[in-house]
């Protein structure tokens, strides 16, 4: 399965919200896409319901289908409530990481950013978006890009790097990452249970 990149509008039509952020077009028309949208009454099953919130899940952080299930492994190795670890996973990417800190408007802009170079963890370039971050690495804009547009735009419009498990400075462009934040931190609309349920079938 490729990344998708068609409308974002449809996707968040598909699921009732606005997964991507604000959306005008999804605020004018949240009901599932298609001829009938509007008129839907058909109940969904149990699997349905757990594969929407999976999909869901999945759409959110642009995680692709066998990262996703790599990453419900590893959640369910590890101590703890495993949809819990696997949020906290998800949480934890490079990506999602320099898009919570507000360098990025979005999670896409943010995978773009890592992948062209442009963000290092302690001092490092690193340009893989899956990339685990661990507690009290450094996350920080690469000396040559921090006067690029897209970047200081985001920065400048942003108030997302105001989350207790991040710190920010704006004037270095150099953020932190505390700890993994637990499942209250987690501003997300995803019911991680159903995603648990439908991995233990």
Not at 141 to 167: D, G, P, Y
Not at 185 to 195: F, G, R, T, V
Request: a positive charge; glycine letters at 6%; charged letters at 30%.
């Amino acid at each position: 399965m490729a990344r998708y990149i068609g409308p974002k509008t449809k996707i968040a039509r598909k699921f009732g919200e606005a997964i991507y952020g604000s959306d005008k077009s999804f605020e004018r028309k949240n009901y599932p896409p298609g001829q009938h949208g509007n008129n839907r009454r058909r109940k969904t099953s149990e699997y349905g319901l757990q594969l929407k919130e999976k999909q869901k899940a999945k759409y959110t952080y642009g995680v692709l289908e066998k990262q996703f299930s790599n990453l419900f492994k590893k959640a369910s190795r590890a101590k703890g409530i495993t949809g819990e670890v696997l949020l906290g996973l998800l949480e934890s990417r490079l990506d999602n990481v320099v898009f919570r800190l507000g360098i990025a408007p979005t999670r896409a802009a943010a995978r773009q950013l890592v992948s062209h170079k442009h963000i290092t963890v302690d001092g490092k370039i690193v340009n893989i978006p899956s990339y685990s971050v661990k507690a009290d690495q450094i996350i920080g804009v690469r000396e040559k890009s921090k006067s690029l547009e897209a970047i200081t735009n985001s920065l400048a419009a942003s108030s997302v790097h105001s989350f207790s498990w991040l710190e920010f400075d704006n004037d270095s462009k150099v953020g932190k990452f505390l700890n993994v934040p637990t499942r209250e931190d987690i501003p997300e609309n995803i019911k991680e249970q159903l995603i648990v349920e439908l991995y233990s079938k």
